[in-house]
């Protein structure tokens, strides 16, 4: 683990202000850790910023800070809840999951999840705030019995009503989905149903560890469309192991028969807590056993030219969407512009009024804070106002192309003139394209967002990813 150069104090003093970090550019990042062609371990996905790597147990009390301050008029507020059960353990799965509890230990389990909730229902800055936004992922929510699910969604109403919720999305295992089930998943007020297909082949789910076949996902897909949830998405996977050109693009054109309201498509990548990457460490393996990454981002560019032809529209780098003036992402959108999260459960993320903060990664700690009447808080991380500044930056370029007047004027600073070197660089590779106010990705800057994301850190922040 990287340890940060400055203390929190110190950054917090820095302000926004400063000078330009030295450049280093993607094609040298690549060439530096052999990212450019071989997949191997590591997380590239850039979920967060600063990364996760730097916050730390002693930083806890910075939450309960913010949370004894009045509440805000002007922000968001969502809430996310970790179901961390499934049927089976993916072998790329890098989430806290677990495969052996019995229904009275989930009971458990939800009732704790409850008691954080109303614990923090109790705090001054958040007492009174109604949520805009629900997440309930996994793990596997769809796991939960019809009545769990209803005795958990009806306490949370009690405590965070959603009378002015405008999303709630959930995921969802397909072999876990009954059209009984599904009804119960709308009844309790789901508007976005995320369905975690990856792939249509039975043999490629079968060799990655999925739990359900392609028969569930079919099944599953019909049922929801038969309810009437607002959107329907689809996860897919490019680059997953045994995958091969010709089942990519079956797969793809199998996508768009089903017509869903959305698809996101993840490039395969082998996070160091997975079963994959056990097995490579085992043999002496460096390379993951999955498609390299032209192979990934080029199969991607072609489902994008599959889906846009089907008449589907790009709208982030890993999202298309059937029709972008009524399909949204609330939660990710309201995330990325800086909204709060009240994020309960096992092992799950964050963030009061840019405090971000990860709960207890094991479900015995986790409880017995529970029981004990503290919030199960493990470690935190406050940022300043440029820390914030750059995070609402780079995870809006994700979108594919940014106006940054909004930016500008929230935190005063132009992204492209601080960044003028970063941009000019990556712009005269063919990434993107800076014209006025607006940054356009192109779809080759779209496709390996994540790795150019870090041009953009603070140099202390930089290589995170391979800690």
Known sequence: MIEPTDDAETNAASGIAGTLPAIRTPLQTDKAHGAAEKTEAGNYFVANYPPFSFWKPEMK????????????????????????????????????????????????????????????????????????FVYFGGGTPSYLSIQQLQD??????????????????FEAEPGTLTEKKLEAIREIGVTRLSLGIEAFNDHILEVNGRAHRSKEAYRAIDFAKTLGFQQLNIDLIAGMMDETEENWQRCVDTAIEQQPDCVTIYQMEIPYNT??????????????????????????????DRFVAAGYTVNSAYTVVKDPKTVK????????????LLSAGVASFGEFGGVHYQNQAD?????????A??????????????????????????????????????????????????????????????????????????????RLLHEFFLPHHRDARYT
């Open 329 to 340: 992402f609330v939660y990710r959108d309201s995330l990325w512009t800086g909204a709060d």
């Open 61 to 132: 009390p910075s939450v309960e800070s913010v949370l004894e301050r009045p509440a805000p008029v002007d922000t968001k507020l969502g809430l996310y809840f970790h179901i961390p059960f499934c049927r089976k353990r993916c072998h790329f799965c890098y989430f806290r999951v677990y495969t052996d509890k019995n229904a009275a230990e989930i009971n458990a389990y939800i009732q704790a999840g409850l008691r954080e909730f109303e614990m923090y229902s109790q705090k001054p800055y958040l007492a009174g705030r109604k949520p805009q």
């Open 152 to 169: 958990l969604t009806g306490r949370m109403k009690e405590l965070f009503p959603w009378d002015e919720t405008e999303e709630v999305a």
């Open 363 to 371: 479900v015995g700690p986790y409880m017995m804070e529970i029981d």
């Open 373 to 450: 009447g503290r919030l199960p808080i493990f470690r935190a991380y406050p940022t300043n106002e440029e820390e914030r500044f750059i995070r609402e930056f780079i995870l809006q370029l994700k979108l594919g192309q940014l106006d940054i007047s909004a930016i500008r004027e929230k935190y005063g600073v132009d992204p492209i003139q601080r960044y003028a070197k970063q941009l000019q660089y990556i712009e005269k590779e063919g990434f993107l394209t800076v014209e006025g106010d607006v940054i356009t990705l192109h779809r080759e800057g779209m496709l390996q967002i994540d």
């Open 275 to 304: 079963t994959i990457y056990k097995q490579m460490k085992e043999s002496g393996q460096v390379t993951a056993p999955v498609a390299d990454w032209p192979t990934k981002r080029r199969w991607v560019s072609w489902a994008f």
